[in-house]
């Protein structure tokens, strides 16, 4: 990314913030650093460095966090920004990244056939919701961890919280688990498989 591409990103980004602000206890200054340091040493293609059990972590169950990273897909161009999110909330690195893949396999400009848009594939009601412009990836990105660590944190499991942002939480509620939806059920195996998780 060009100095002028990413300068453009960045102001972008603040000003993404400073709407969203009021969403999070946390000043939109202290986001906007985080994310100016990620996209400055965002690289497309990295290594991946080993991480640390996440046994426990963020009561996610051992027995789902991968002990690694999955490799970077190749078509993955916002790894930092979506490792940056992961920090940020909470979340175990490389969830986002998987959840990406399966959603719209990392195009920002995605749009599916029921009207889910951009990189992290928001419905326009649940966008407008939680202050997320779909096609902004920085945006998407953030937007999609909050949702996600707020349903970890709901309903007790990284499954769960997946299956919340396929069906909807309400159906979660519902059904007090994973949908009978062949494609939630889907969904929920994919992103797992996506981010080398075992179930």
Do not use: C
């Not at 100016?36 to 990295?46: D, K, P």
């Not at 396999?105 to 407008?128: I, Y």
């Not at 509620?173 to 939630?184: K, L, Q």
Request: glycine share 8%; hydrophobic share 40%; charged share 15%.
């Amino acid at each position: 990314m060009t100095g002028s591409g990413l300068d453009a990103v960045l102001s972008r980004v603040s000003s993404i913030e400073a709407s969203v602000s009021s969403l999070r206890p946390q000043t939109s200054r202290q986001r906007s650093t985080s994310f100016e340091q990620a996209l400055r040493s965002q690289q497309v293609h990295r290594s991946q460095p080993s991480l640390p059990s996440l046994a426990g972590a963020n009561g996610i169950p051992a027995a789902v966090a991968p002990a690694t990273k999955p490799p970077l897909h190749p078509n993955n161009q916002w790894a930092t920004v979506f490792d940056q999110a992961a920090a940020d909330y909470g979340l175990p690195v490389g969830l986002l990244d998987a959840v990406a893949e399966v959603e719209s396999m990392f195009d920002p400009h995605a749009v599916s056939p029921a009207g889910a848009q951009g990189l992290m594939q928001f419905m326009p009601g649940t966008a407008t919701e939680m202050g997320v412009d779909p096609f902004d990836p920085v945006s998407a990105i953030d937007g999609a961890a909050r949702y996600l660590a707020r349903d970890i944190e709901r309903f007790g499991s990284v499954e769960l919280a997946l299956a919340a942002y396929n069906a909807g939480p309400g159906a979660v509620a519902r059904f007090d688990g994973i949908p009978p939806y062949r494609e939630t059920q889907n969904y929920v195996t994919n992103v797992l498989d996506a981010w080398g998780a075992t179930p």
